[in-house]
């Protein structure tokens, strides 16, 4: 059983407040890449959706002159190191296995290279999978963080994902449980 789901995430003011900035559909769709994902990278799927889910929530807003600036974005911010601050505190607060919420963050942190010195990192199975899942949604300019989505049709969206994540993470633990004993 989970202690925390996706639902309990998305519905958190915190996560609502930076979704909010950083897109709700974006977010939504990276979470159901990952699902996908989760299992061709032998992830858990629960660990996997939620950290796709909260994978942008540092996002920092850079504006010039009262518009957008995707270049003084680029330049200049460091969102994943903040928004794997903020998923740590907020799934820590909302019960959330430590264990859990350090691997979920650190996934957040190196889901992009965009901050880091050097780019050749070896990631861990789940920090692949966020990666991947959020590159599948990106668009060119950052126009990912602008499609548009009501709030009742994601909210739908992330229960139906929490629905998901029920029916298969038992028989995804199960499967690993099985490959454990056999080596």
Partial sequence: MREVTLTDLFLHPITQKFLQRSGVAHALEVANHAFHLAFKYNVSVDLATKAALLHDIGHYEWYRQGKWDYELYRENDIHAIKGAERAHKLLIRLGENPQNAKQISVAILLHTDSY?????????????????????????????????????????????????????????????NTQEKTI
């Fill in 116 to 176: 880091l010195p050097e780019s050749d990192i070896k990631r861990s199975p789940l920090q692949k999978v966020v990666k991947l899942a959020d590159e599948m949604d990106e668009e060119q300019g950052g126009n990912h963080h602008y499609k548009q989505i009501d709030q009742i049709t994601a909210l739908k969206k992330i229960q139906k994902l929490d629905q998901l994540v029920d029916q298969y993470l038992p028989k995804q633990q199960l499967h690993l």
